[in-house]
T-cell receptor, first 111, second 117 residues
Framework: RKEVEQDPGPFNVPEGATVAFNCTYSNSASQSFFWYRQDCRKEPKLLMSVYSSGNEDGRFTAQLNRASQYISLLIRDSKLSDSATYLCVVNPGGSNYKLTFGKGTLLTVNP | DAMVIQNPRYQVTQFGKPVTLSCSQTLNHNVMYWYQQKSSQAPKLLFHYYDKDFNNEADTPDNFQSRRPNTSFCFLDIRSPGLGDAAMYLC????????????????FGPGTRLTVT
């Protein structure tokens, strides 16, 4: 199993749709989890941090299932501006200064 | 606003001509990272510093070196750029607090897009 594995995508959805991205991780000791968005030719920007079971910020909801080693990101009422690549990122914990990045899932929201 | 700054934003260099990319941060974070990102790929970690402790990834080519003279600044030196080194180079910072679950979220600079001619 890869360290962090995401839906390969791409996802193409109409404006207003609800879309969910899935991410699995292999290290059961992982401490915390993050979703970043990355626009084309820009840097990744932190969208949401997940330390316990989940987090919600407006139209965005992240859920964590530690038993299944699974994180999801739900976007409700998609906007054109949500078009980006979404990166699932995992903190493996321990004496480790690194985060592990998934390959990302490309989302395109169409008018 | 506290931030991560990278200079230059765009760099064109000739094959084999050394180049230095710089990164500075006002976040006072103790960990700094350099990533290489090519089109449609995830960022690839080159190395990172925890304070002054340098950590090189096993697959980072010797052609890539780094310096961190103080908490705020970090440099990436590419000694002899090849065509395959053309990419976006991202600097990121984070905090590491021992006994509190390791490293926190990373904050990225805007990147330097390197072109090798």
């Amino acid at each position: 199993r890869k360290e962090v594995e995401q839906d390969p995508g791409p996802f193409n959805v109409p404006e207003g749709a609800t879309v969910a991205f899935n991410c699995t991780y292999s290290n059961s000791a992982s401490q915390s989890f993050f979703w970043y968005r990355q626009d084309c030719r820009k840097e990744p920007k932190l969208l949401m941090s997940v330390y316990s079971s989940g987090n919600e910020d407006g139209r965005f909801t992240a859920q964590l299932n530690r038993a299944s080693q699974y994180i999801s990101l739900l976007i409700r009422d998609s906007k054109l501006s949500d078009s980006a690549t979404y990166l699932c990122v995992v903190n493996p914990g321990g004496s480790n200064y690194k985060l592990t990045f998934g390959k990302g899932t490309l989302l395109t929201v169409n008018p | 606003d506290a931030m991560v700054i990278q200079n230059p934003r765009y760099q064109v260099t000739q094959f084999g001509k050394p180049v230095t990319l710089s990164c500075s941060q006002t976040l006072n974070h103790n960990v700094m990272y350099w990533y290489q990102q090519k089109s449609s790929q995830a960022p690839k970690l080159l190395f990172h510093y925890y304070d002054k402790d340098f950590n090189n990834e096993a697959d980072t080519p010797d052609n890539f070196q780094s310096r961190r003279p103080n908490t705020s600044f970090c440099f990436l030196d590419i000694r002899s750029p090849g065509l395959g080194d053309a990419a976006m180079y991202l600097c990121a910072t984070s905090t590491y607090i021992r006994d509190r679950g390791g490293v926190n979220e990373q904050y990225f600079g805007p990147g330097t897009r390197l072109t090798v001619t």
